[in-house]
């Protein structure tokens, strides 16, 4: 009989846990209730926790008229405010500096192709290889054009991947978006954008 409980001799000195791969996180709803109370906040504790992909970035979408430092100051305000962790200056540095903004209304191609033009602008500085998950913080009419929008004009290269991730919510909310949700994203991904009850649960 073989035994399954031996440990691997080839694993030896070597890390068991999972490495996150690089990627760009855009938000869309970049500025709403659940990333202000959630996503920023459950970001930042992976960033403590050094559980986010060292070549990372955040890219936040909205109708909103923000730029990167007024919406690294809501950010700020959010982490502030919601965070279980208080915010750790060497820390914060290196995640703030990774939020970025795209004003934009959700039913203008332009303003995907100006997201666009920002993430390729931004990913070669970050050394993201057109990784990329779109997390969809939106009313539950505008997840389906927002996602097919967004992913359609660039399509992955071999070396890429586009994930589509809606909102426990919204997606909850409109039965039209049944089967839209990825299915297969980063573990740390996951924790951050979870959404425990009751909703006002400090972020973990």
Known sequence: MIDLTTENPLMA???TQLQPQPCSFVIFGGAGDLTRRKL???????ALDGVLPANFCVI?????????DSYRELARESVEKFSR?????PYWSDFVRRLHW?????DEPEAYAALGERLAELE???GIPNNRIYYLSIAPSLINPTRR???RPWVPGVDGRHTAIISEDANRSSSANAGTTGSSWPAWAARATSRPSPANRRAT
Do not use: H, M
Request: net charge neutral.
């Open 149 to 151: 929008a967004s992913i």
């Open 13 to 15: 000195g070597l890390s």
């Open 124 to 126: 070669p500085s970050f």
């Open 60 to 68: 936040g979408f909205a109708r909103t008229a923000l730029n990167d």
């Open 40 to 46: 920023l906040a459950g970001l930042y504790n992976l």
């Open 85 to 89: 962790r208080a915010i750790q200056e």
């Open 102 to 106: 795209v004003s934009g209304p959700f």
